[in-house]
Every structure is written in C-alpha cells, then in structure tokens.
C-alpha cells in the first residue's frame, strides 16, 4: 500500500520507524532480530537507509597501498528483500542520487519494481568521506528534484507507480543559504512529483510546527511526517549537531551537562524528552511519526509503548 493513501486512511496514529543496513558479516537472522521488537507497535511501513560505497586503501603485495572504492555495508535491496519476507510490511529503501549515475538508478527501480516495493523516499545523499561539498556522478543527479522527476518518469514507463517521499530541514539544510531558499528548493521536489515529505530529526517542535507553516504558506500542501532521535548520551550534545547540522535546546543540553557522568542519567532525559516531543506531535494532530533508530531499539520501543 502507498504511504500516501496510508496517511489519508489513517484512523489512529502510528509509528514509522528507520533502519541502517547492517555491515557486511552481521547474519539476516542478526538484522531480523533487531527490528523485531518495533512490530509489536505495528509499524506499516520500515525506512531503509541507503549509503555510497566508500574509499579505502587495500594494501598490495608489494607493499603500496590501491584506492578503491569499497562497500562496507549489505545492500538495502537484499535489506528490504528480507524484512518484507519475514513481517509482511511495507519496505521505503532510500534512494539516492549520490555515486550512482542514472543507469544504475534506473536498474535499482527495476529491482524494486520486481520485489513489489511501493514506496521511495528520494534523496541527494550525504557527501563520500574526504569530500567538502557534493559532487555529482558525471552522468548522474545533482539534486534530489532531477530523481523524483526521474522516478515519475520511470513510473509512468513502467506502469509502476512508486509513492514517492523527500527529505526536509525544520532547522534548513546546512548549504541553503537561509530557510525560506530552502523551502523554495523543497517546493521544487513536490511540484516534481513527491506525495509527501519526512524531516530531518529536531529536538524543539516549535521549530516543527514554524516550519510546517512556512511550507504551507509556500504553498506546500503535501503531509509533513515528523522525524525524531531520543539522545541517548552526553556525547551526541557533540556529534549529532556535527553531523545533522541540527540544534539542541539550551534546556536538553543544560539537563544532560548536569549528569554528564552519569550514562543512565542521560540516556533517561533523552528518551524523556523525546516521548514529550511525539506526546504533542500526536496531540497536534500529526498521525505519523517517523524514528531514527540508527540500531537501537531500547529507547524508542519504551518511547513507543508510552505514545501508541
Ligand atoms: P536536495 O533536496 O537535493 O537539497 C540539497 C541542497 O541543495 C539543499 O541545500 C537545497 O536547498 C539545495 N537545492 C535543492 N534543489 C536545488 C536547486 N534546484 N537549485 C539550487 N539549490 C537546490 N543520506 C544518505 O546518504 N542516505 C540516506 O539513506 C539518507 N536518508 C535520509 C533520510 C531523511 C528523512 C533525511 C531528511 C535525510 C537523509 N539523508 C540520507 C541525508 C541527505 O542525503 C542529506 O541531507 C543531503 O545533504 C541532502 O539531501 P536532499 O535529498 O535533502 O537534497
């Protein structure tokens, strides 16, 4: 089923939850496993994470070193593959723009097509380790919109109509100049053909539901899923606004400074703060909630139990 004719039909809110493919060696049983306490909370639908090979340099046998480009993670295809066998859900593998020219994009959506896969959501993908600014495949996407459209295309080729979502910035993407450019951009990917949109996570949902108002009056009429991460340590004060480019209120950061030393401590605040967030996301009325897991399950199941 479409998300988009799911967030229509919606009688009661539901979690939605995302997963990163695991790394090469963990067992499918492994990765099933680690998904299977979020299916108490009948997730409809499962997000998985798709990443660009990466660098490296293998050592030869005459001691010099080869840069190659090296896969470190199982596909998100052989991912979706296997969590539709087992749960019978709807699978949203991410596709994206970056490494990938449009041959190869174009045979992704064939391999979706033929696993029965619905639903995309359709990115530009974060940059390759050691580069400062994106740069596009010379015969791929420079921008998420060319890949809706590419997709929109291949759909109507193919008698195959993908549901297709988008990723958005409540606190702006980091190379936009100023928020409202970046909603114009946003714009952009809905009038290429996106039915929905799912945000970045955000810690403050005042800065949620400003956004959401900006989009609409830019006339953005798509549903907005809400994306969350419960902090889980002193730490990721640190390391999730180095890498999400994302704030962290003053009063979050001034409670986890105060048990800085206490890992309980932080990882209860955290997960806390984030079922408070999802209780008023749901009281004002959104029906879908989407989790960034990132391979944990504790925090969010407890986060999941208070609130569906
Ligand atoms: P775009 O929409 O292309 O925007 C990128 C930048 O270009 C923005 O600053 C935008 O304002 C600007 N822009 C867009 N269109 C134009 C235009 N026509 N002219 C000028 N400027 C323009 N990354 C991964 O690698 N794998 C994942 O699985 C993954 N999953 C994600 C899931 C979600 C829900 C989100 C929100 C992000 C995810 N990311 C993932 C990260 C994402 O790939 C990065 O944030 C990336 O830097 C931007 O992707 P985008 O699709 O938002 O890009």
């Not at 600014?133 to 060319?146: I, N």
């Not at 809706?148 to 190379?175: N, Q």
């Not at 879908?288 to 944990?296: A, N, S």
Request: glycine share 6%.
């Amino acid at each position: 089923m479409k998300i988009s004719q799911m967030l229509k039909g919606a009688e009661r809110p539901y979690p939605s939850i995302e997963i990163v493919p695991p790394l090469k060696g963990v067992t499918k049983a492994e990765l099933l496993d680690s998904i299977r306490p979020f299916m108490e909370f009948n997730p409809p639908f499962v997000n998985v994470t798709t990443h660009r090979d990466e660098f490296e340099f293998l050592p030869q046998a005459d001691g010099s070193f080869r840069r190659a480009l090296v896969r470190k993670r199982v596909s998100e295809t052989a991912v979706c593959a296997a969590i539709q066998s087992e749960f019978k859900i709807e699978v949203v593998p991410h596709v994206i723009c970056g490494g990938a020219s449009r041959e190869v994009i174009e045979s992704q959506l064939h391999d979706f097509q033929f696993l029965g896969v619905e639903n995309l959501l359709a990115l530009r993908g974060d940059c390759i380790t050691g580069e400062k600014r994106f740069v596009p495949d010379p015969d791929g996407y420079t921008y998420a919109s060319e890949l809706v459209g590419a997709i929109a295309a291949f759909s109507k080729a193919r008698g195959h109509s993908f549901c297709v979502g988008v990723g958005a910035y409540p606190e702006k993407h980091f190379e936009a100049p100023n928020l409202e450019t970046d909603i114009e951009n946003l714009k952009k990917k809905v009038d290429a053909g996106a039915d929905y949109v799912v945000t970045q996570m955000f810690f403050d949902n005042k800065v949620f539901y400003e956004f959401c108002d900006k989009c609409r009056a830019a006339g953005i009429t798509v549903p907005i899923i809400p994306g969350l991460k419960p902090l889980s340590s002193a730490r990721q004060l640190e390391l999730l606004p180095e890498a999400f480019s994302i704030d962290i209120p003053l009063e979050l950061t001034n409670e986890i400074k105060a048990h800085a030393d206490d890992r309980a401590a932080c990882y209860r605040i955290g997960t806390e703060w984030c079922s408070a967030q999802c209780r008023d996301l749901l009281a004002h009325g959104f029906k879908t909630v989407h989790f960034y897991t990132m391979g944990k399950a504790d925090n969010i199941v407890e986060i999941l139990r208070d609130n569906f």
